[in-house]
């Protein structure tokens, strides 16, 4: 099941799944087009495995995660270079170079963690403790805008805690997870981690695979569902990590200039292909101009091409369909009677480029508001009235992130505690952290990711009494 490195195959595989350039439209290469039963055997090799790894124990399993974080590190500018050219994103940036250090830095932290477990009761009459063992194995299925880091944010925390895993990515983006596979592999003990890269009908597999105790999903909403649906045949263990529409609430007290850099990057962090990205701000009446133009400013400069040049910092949307999707809701901000700043008008021509658009002045409940963008198109609302403000950032049935900008901390802070999402950062947005748990709320899913509880999150809790 493993794929020898892209290099060497899938980018000379005659057939398969072919793989376009978003950039160019190029063919970039085939991936293999796994089967249902292709998962199936995968799985039997990952059940067949699992007791083997779980009893490596947790010296053995950190000690391999850092030389697999070493082995991404020495094919890191290969792996950046694919990256770039299957998902459009570019190499510099908040891209494809960062997405890949990330990767590494990820399962060095990760293989760091203190292993999980508390003492519950000692009083001299009862002693209990609380430990966290492994499930057994784990399903990842994957998105395509954040491929690489997101499988690692998947499988890092499985391996350490003596899970085996088998991985699907999106169909979209597999030749970078096919290669990232093969790189790990190259360090895990065989049978550990699989690449398995087929369609949705292998990800409906996976969630309801009766030997798959656990999956943990990355994308929209809408698939979430359909995991949580088949998997109730089985109570299968779920984190859901779904679609958002992150709020950014500007309070009046801002200097624009000092904050629009950070607030542009926080919502074009991959030309805003990031589920946790600013998809929508909120600002008070006495700034709203100032920071408008700042944005506008800053997104007429900003170098947008393709990903393998290195003077860009903005891609192509990665697929078509996420192309249509900006297109209509920026229209539907035009129709509405919107200013639009800079953008909204796409060139003719190759790839999936759809210009940095700043849209100022449009009403709360445009669709480019309330619908998830998922692209280079921000949306910015004025408000008079700070309550008005966080019931609009609270109104919406996702909350993932959210973040609250002021000079002043307390202030802000008094302001984030209203508002509803996983995350609520301060004079930041979209800046994650393997130290610090992730996870949404309300349709954005359930589960955390990351840190001491992003471990705990892929075993079963178990009590010993006695
Ligand atoms: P998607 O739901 O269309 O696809 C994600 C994966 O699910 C793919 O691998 C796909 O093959 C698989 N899949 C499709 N149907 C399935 C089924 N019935 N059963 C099992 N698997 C199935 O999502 P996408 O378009 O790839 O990603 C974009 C979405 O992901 C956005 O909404 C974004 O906000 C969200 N996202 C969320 C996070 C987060 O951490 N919360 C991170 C990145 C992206």
Redesign the pocket.
Known sequence: MNQPLLETSALTMASGRAIHDPATGDLIGHAPEHTVADLDAAVAVATAVQPAWEAAGHGERSRLLKAAADAIDEQAETLAHLLSRETGKPLNGPNARLEVAQSSAWLRATAEFDTPGEVLVDDGQAYATLAYEAVGVVGA??????PLM?TIWQIAPSLRMGNTVVV?????SPLSVLALGEILNSVLPEGVLQVVSG??EV??R??EHEDIAKVM???????GK??AA?GAANLKRLTL????NDAAIVLDDCDPEVIAEDLFWGAFINTGQ???AIKRIYVADNIHDEVAEALAAIARDVPMGPGLDENNVLGPLQNRQQYDIVTRLVDAAREGGARILVGGDPAEGPGNFYPATIVADIAPDNPLVVE?Q?GPALPIIRYSDLDQAVAWANGLDVG?GASVWSADRDRALEVAKRVKAGTVWINSHAVPDPRIPFG?IKQ??YGLEFGAEGLKSVAVPKVYNG
């Open positions: 299925i994957g998105p395509w805008n954040w997101i699907k990515p999106s169909e979209y369609g949705r990800g409906a996976i969630s999903f990355t994308g929209s909403t809408r698939t359909a995991i088949a990590e779904l679609g958002g990031t589920c946790a998830e998922f993932l949404g954005s899913g």
